[in-house]
């Protein structure tokens, strides 16, 4: 009950602007951890798959077809999988077709990074937000009262500097972890890539 009231007096403290800030904060660590968990599956799965591109035969991988599930897949499997190796007659078709999947593919691997991205962006700037409603706050005071109301001021004083401080805590750890998960991307995205060479070299040999 304490926590609920603390947590009540605190946003009350900040404004409207803070009940924003704590939403937007809501929002981003939600796409974060949606994000991590997926990342981490699909990393640990093209960690598999790329052992399995190494060592199987190119018959082998051609018959890796069917209706592709990307969310249980690793990049590369799903991209193998829609592969059309009947038109495949040389490696230039081949790789055509994987750049192309590969083109597709880079938006559903980002996924809410960019939007994740946008709210670190504007976290400071909403708490820069509250900064001006406070001290709006704090001058409207003074025109009215002069500076005979110390406690109507420090009101809007605490107004502003909690949202500013509120803005920038959580800004920090939303960039930081979203920086954390683009290079995990990357990592994926060179993983898949060494993948797929690994086919069409082993595409090019049969063909040959």
Known sequence: MDFFNDF????????????????AAGLAITML????????????????????MHDED???????????HFRRDSP????????RWNEVSSQEDL?????????????????LLPTIAVIGTLLPMLGLLGTVTGMINVFEVIALHGT???QEMAFGISQALLTTASGLV???????????????????????????LVVMN???AHHG
Do not use: C
Not at 33 to 52: N, T
Not at 95 to 111: F, H, S, V, W, Y
Not at 170 to 196: D, G, N, W, Y
């Open 8 to 23: 009540n007096n605190l946003m009350d403290k900040g404004g409207p602007v803070m009940w924003v800030i704590f939403f």
């Open 33 to 52: 951890v949606e994000r991590g968990f997926q990342v981490y599956r699909w990393l640990k799965a093209a960690e598999k798959d790329q052992q399995f």
């Open 58 to 68: 190119i018959n082998i991988l051609m018959k890796v077809q069917g209706q592709t």
């Open 76 to 83: 590369v499997r799903s991209i193998i999988k829609q592969i």
């Open 95 to 111: 790789t055509k077709q994987i750049n192309t999947l590969l083109a597709e593919l880079m938006p559903r691997l980002d996924g």
């Open 148 to 150: 005979g109301n110390p």
């Open 170 to 196: 959580i800004a920090i750890p939303v960039i930081f972890f979203h920086h954390l998960l683009v290079q995990r991307l990357h990592i994926l995205l060179v993983t898949t890539e060494q993948s797929l």
């Open 202 to 204: 082993k595409a090019a």
